[in-house]
T-cell receptor
């Protein structure tokens, strides 16, 4: 399996522009997670889905952020409009089932976003 | 001005020695714990996990110890190698449906000295 695939790997955009990050989870995994990592706050959970349905979006910073999962093999995280404080590494992750031993979360390589 | 960020604990270990990384978790109801390794420019990578009904679990060169009384988790790496240099995160979870949130600690930076 190719693992969790994210795109783009790196993006530099101007403040006010729309940013769309994409994720393909591992095939067969029921859960998909979006995390954000910054020096200030570490690794934070933004939102997660179970069987394409959003379960908890309490970590989404504000209305400028939205996430969708139209099918089991694709999810997007959108920021509109983007701001410099959104600069971070955004990780997508997936897991097969609940947190039993062996059902761990697998992370993608991250999307490195810089908003100038 | 000076930027303020998370202060990562650091640990430097001579190559070949054993290392112990410690983690204090926050929620006494957590019943599943994982250690992740994150190398520079990469995503966190699973190392080993443990459930709350165990106090020790061993993998290849790694051992995780769990002390629920004091909410403490540790990762022992035996015979460290240069490739072990990374940031190590512990994570905790309460494994109930609808609450599958894995909460991460701030991490520890391990540097292996050749």
């Amino acid at each position: 399996d190719a693992g969790v695939i994210q795109s783009p790997r790196h993006e530099v955009t101007e403040m006010g522009q729309e940013v769309t990050l994409r994720c393909k989870p591992i095939s067969g995994h029921d859960y998909l997670f979006w995390y954000r990592q910054t020096m200030m706050r570490g690794l934070e959970l933004l939102i997660y889905f179970n069987n394409n349905v959003p379960i908890d979006d309490s970590g989404m910073p504000e209305d400028r952020f939205s996430a969708k999962m139209p099918n089991a093999s694709f999810s997007t995280l959108k920021i509109q409009p983007s701001e410099p404080r959104d600069s971070a590494v955004y990780f997508c992750a997936s897991r097969p089932g609940q947190g039993l031993s062996g059902n761990t979360i697998y992370f993608g390589e991250g999307s490195w976003l810089t908003v100038v | 001005g000076e930027s303020v960020g998370l202060h990562l604990p650091t640990l430097s270990v001579q190559e070949g020695d054993n290392s112990i990384i410690n983690c204090a978790y926050s929620n006494s109801a957590s019943d599943y714990f994982i250690w992740y390794k994150q190398e520079s420019g990469k995503g966190p990578q699973f190392i080993i996990d443990i459930r709350s009904n165990m106090d020790k679990r061993q993998g290849q060169r790694v051992t995780v110890l769990l002390n629920k009384t004091v909410k403490h988790l540790s990762l022992q790496i035996a015979a460290t190698q240069p490739g072990d240099s990374a940031v190590y995160f512990c994570a905790e979870e309460i494994t109930n449906f609808g609450n599958e949130k894995l909460t991460f600690g701030t991490g520890t930076r391990l540097t292996i000295i050749p």
